[in-house]
């Protein structure tokens, strides 16, 4: 795995952001928040300044909306972002008004933009896929999978709980052993060692009661790879916050749908 974004501590944020990840997963017009947030968290990078020129902003919005649709405007997503509290006006210089990051995005701006940039790389991949699947399950473990890619593990989470709370039987389960991985990793990211080490070991004995292939998921060596993440995470000890290895952690591979067997037995 490439990183893991840092986790949000505010969970008014991290909600809201996740909000809109749920957004764009649903159109890819909706997609635009983020990317506007994107462009906002490279300008200020770029610039290395807490504010911007609202002008310099819309423009670098632009840019990328035309990345994704065109006929959205830059602009009004901008100013709903604004009048949402996520980014606000602090002043003018010289009339010309300037952005900055709202209360709660201020605190946490390095972390919040580094998620955002990995929302918005997995929705590219996702997008990319030739075929999407049709059924509601289908669909969220594809979008699983684009996020687990990423280490957004929350995410992962949310995504999979939608769906499992609908489900019953063998595929519950096996929704339930994927939550609890993801969990696990996001548990990692919190420094709780314990409820790390406890759902990586429930999930992967879960997840491991289905084939080879299970919804187009090579399940296998995936957990295989998450049980070597299990004995290293163990092997450290209360200091495997700081020294273990995040580039251990597996990717989920994933099929194209045309090549995906049938539902486990419900």
Same mark, same amino acid.
């Not at 769906?163 to 063998?170: A, D, R, S």
């Given at each position: 795995m490439?990183s893991v974004?840092?986790?949000?501590?505010?969970?008014?944020?991290?909600?809201r952001?996740?909000?809109?990840?749920?957004?764009a997963?649903s159109k890819?017009?909706r997609?635009?928040?983020?990317?506007?947030l994107r462009s906002f968290g490279? *300008?200020?990078e770029g610039?290395q300044?807490?504010?911007i020129?609202?002008g310099?902003?819309i423009e670098a919005?632009?840019a990328a909306? !035309?990345?994704?649709?065109?006929?959205?405007?830059?602009?009004e997503?901008?100013?709903?972002l604004?009048n949402?509290?996520?980014l606000r006006?602090?002043?003018?210089?010289?009339?010309?008004?300037?952005?900055?990051?709202?209360?709660?995005?201020?605190?946490?701006?390095?972390?919040?933009i580094? !998620?955002?940039e990995?929302y918005?790389?997995?929705l590219e991949t996702?997008?990319r896929r030739p075929?999407?699947?049709?059924?509601?399950?289908?669909?969220?473990?594809?979008?699983?999978?684009?996020?687990f890619n990423?280490g957004?593990f929350?995410?992962?989470?949310e995504?999979l709980?939608a769906?499992?709370?609908?489900?019953?039987?063998?595929v519950?389960?096996?929704l339930q052993?994927?939550i609890?991985i993801?969990?696990?990793?996001?548990?990692l990211?919190n420094?709780?060692?314990k409820?790390a080490?406890?759902?990586? +070991?429930?999930g992967?004995? +879960?997840?491991g009661e289905f084939?080879?292939?299970c919804?187009?998921?090579?399940?296998?060596?995936? *957990?295989e790879?998450?049980?070597a993440?299990?004995?290293?995470?163990?092997?450290?000890?209360r200091?495997?916050?700081?020294r273990?290895?995040r580039r251990?952690?597996?990717?989920?591979?994933l099929?194209d749908?045309?090549a995906i067997?049938?539902?486990?037995?419900?």
């Open positions: 490439r974004p840092p986790p949000i501590r505010n969970l008014e944020l991290r909600n952001l996740s909000e809109l990840l749920d957004e997963f890819s017009e997609a635009v928040p983020l990317y506007a490279r *300008l200020v610039q300044r807490a504010a020129q609202y310099a902003l919005v632009e909306v !035309r990345e994704v649709v065109p006929l959205v405007s830059a602009k997503v901008t100013d709903d604004i949402t509290g996520l006006h602090p002043g003018e210089v010289g009339g010309e008004p300037w952005v900055a990051p709202g209360e709660r995005l201020r605190s946490e701006l390095r972390p919040a580094s !998620r955002v990995a918005c790389r997995a996702l997008w075929i999407r699947s049709e059924g509601v399950l289908e669909r969220a473990m594809e979008e699983a999978v684009c996020l990423e957004l929350f995410e992962v989470h995504v709980e769906v499992w709370l609908k489900e019953e039987g063998q519950r389960l096996l052993g994927l609890q993801a969990a696990g990793f996001h548990h990211e420094n709780n060692f409820g080490l406890s759902l990586l +070991k429930e992967r004995e +879960k997840a084939g080879a292939v919804f187009g998921l090579e399940m296998d060596r995936f *957990l790879k998450v049980k993440c299990y004995d290293s995470i163990e092997a450290l000890g200091d495997a916050f700081d273990f290895d251990m952690i597996p990717q989920m591979r099929l749908p045309g067997p049938a539902r486990p037995d419900r």
